[in-house]
């Protein structure tokens, strides 16, 4: 790390030092989750964005196009069996963010992203705001009827058909797709918490281009008198378009600056002892699923042979 990232960390440790009493307010993006394994949407020749063209899309937007998805769901359901949760554990950073929540300094998470990994890091559902929704449900895109999330899953790995309301709408998770409105939890939540803010507060964007708007409008409502910090490979945004005086700007990998800063709080420790411990029960969630599914197979097995006895 470098001399002048090194010191803008030390900017962010001493305010946060300073100001016991003070809530993180993050607003996060893709590149919290690269180092997971999973793309970010805009990375030329890596992003995801990039890689649909063997979906044969008019356009690689339309994997998300609201419209586009009612005539073929299939590229979604393709791109959903890669992103499905389960198959990523969290970076560090969402670790680090959990340890904010647990440390009763984390005041909310904003995210783009639909992986669900705050959730998996441990984050409370009362401090996520997932502005692009999420697989965490699935409704009708025809009646918005609510379904549990095996309905969708099931015909995801099944490949053969889609999942369908008995009023034969599409069932799709609740991710926000092109041509649908953002949830109202997020424009109520961040109405609340710029009510809130004070000179205490410190907001962190990270690992976002602050190309998708009205996400990319968070920062720039910050009020002046509360300091933003930006944690990405580039300046982006409003960082780089109206910066402030008072920004401060990290130019490095995302999970660096996450160990780098856990390391100035003196919270190093508590971070690796955090990831070690969510990699068990990680671990413990498996073997007790791949355990379930044997169960529920074997008791499937012997339904089946009951009912074919003679009686």
Known sequence: ????????????????????????????????????GIPDFRTPGTGLYDNLAKLNLPFAEAVFDIDYFSENPKPFYTLAKELYPG?????KFHYLLRLFQDKDRLQRVYTQNIDTLERSAGIKDEYIIEAHGSFAKNHCIECKKEYPLKVFKDKMLEGKEYARCKCKGLIKPNIVFFGENLPPKFFNSWEDDLDDMNEDHLVVVAGTSLAVYPFASLPIEVPSSVRRALINLEVVGDFKINPRKSDVVLECAIDEAAEQLARELGWNEELEKLIMDNHKQIEVGEKNGKLVDVLESSIEDMTKKLENLDV
């Open 87 to 91: 198959n990523f554990e969290p970076s």
């Open 1 to 36: 790390m470098d001399k002048k990232t090194s010191e803008s960390i030390k900017r962010i440790s001493q305010h946060l030092l300073k100001k016991p009493n003070g809530k993180v307010i993050f607003l996060v993006g893709a590149g919290i989750s690269t180092s997971c």
